[in-house]
Nanobody
Framework: QVQLVESGGGSVQAGGSLRLSCVASGYTFSDYLMAWFRQAPGKEREGGAVLARDGSSTLYRDSVKGRFTISKDNGKNTLYLEMNNLKPEDSAMYYC???????????????????WGQGTQVTDSS
């Protein structure tokens, strides 16, 4: 079955960096859009970044553009999120997600993703 396991979260000061990882298993990794979502306490889950199946294109929410980079290594079945210049408002639980079917268009809509990891926590320590 599909499994997604995130790691790399932690406590970091404003302006700092973190790299999140998500190891996928149970399906052909390169066949599906992969994305990172996040959810802060008391707020709805929101899409942060999505990566095309072949890794050639990306889509980011405005608040993370220029600071976050999504990428993947198909040989390792691993999705990454490089986060730089972190801000207090980036504090949240971060989730890796797989699209529910084979999409060709990039999307950050939650209902387009059916498989989720358990999350990894990113906290502002400023």
């Amino acid at each position: 079955q599909v499994q997604l396991v995130e790691s790399g979260g932690g406590s970091v000061q404003a302006g700092g960096s973190l790299r999140l990882s998500c190891v996928a298993s149970g399906y052909t990794f390169s066949d599906y859009l992969m994305a990172w979502f996040r959810q802060a306490p008391g707020k709805e889950r929101e899409g942060g970044a999505v990566l095309a199946r072949d890794g050639s294109s990306t889509l980011y929410r405005d608040s993370v553009k220029g600071r976050f980079t999504i990428s993947k290594d198909n040989g390792k079945n691993t999705l990454y999120l490089e986060m730089n210049n972190l801000k207090p408002e980036d504090s949240a639980m971060y989730y890796c997600a797989r699209a529910r079917e084979v999409f060709y268009e990039l999307t950050l809509l939650q209902h387009d993703f059916a498989y989720w990891g358990q999350g990894t926590q990113v906290t502002d320590s400023s």
